[in-house]
């Protein structure tokens, strides 16, 4: 292993010169081509069309106006 990573030691420095510009072509590639990552938060993503849980959600949403919301969960004893 170290006869591996001195040989790779000696071609990185050997070719500095074409790594350090193929680097920075990359780079700009991806800067120029790549688009922006879509942020999409919401709560209907993460539900398909038509689930209960959703409509219950969407009929509060319509009832009070807003989307901040407090989830309660309750444990079942185990009788």
Do not use: C, H, K
Not at 13 to 32: E, F, K, N, S, Y
Not at 38 to 67: A, K, W
Request: glycine letters at 8%; proline letters at 5%.
């Amino acid at each position: 292993m170290a006869a591996f990573i001195g040989a790779w030691a000696n071609f990185v420095v050997a070719q500095r010169i074409p790594i350090v510009a193929g680097t920075a072509v990359i780079i700009l590639m991806a800067l120029l081509t790549g688009g922006t990552i879509p942020f999409d938060n919401s709560t209907q993503r993460y539900f398909i069309p038509g689930d209960p849980t959703l409509l219950e959600y969407e009929s509060l949403y319509d009832n009070f106006g807003d989307n901040e919301y407090l989830i309660v969960s309750v444990e079942a004893t185990g009788e």
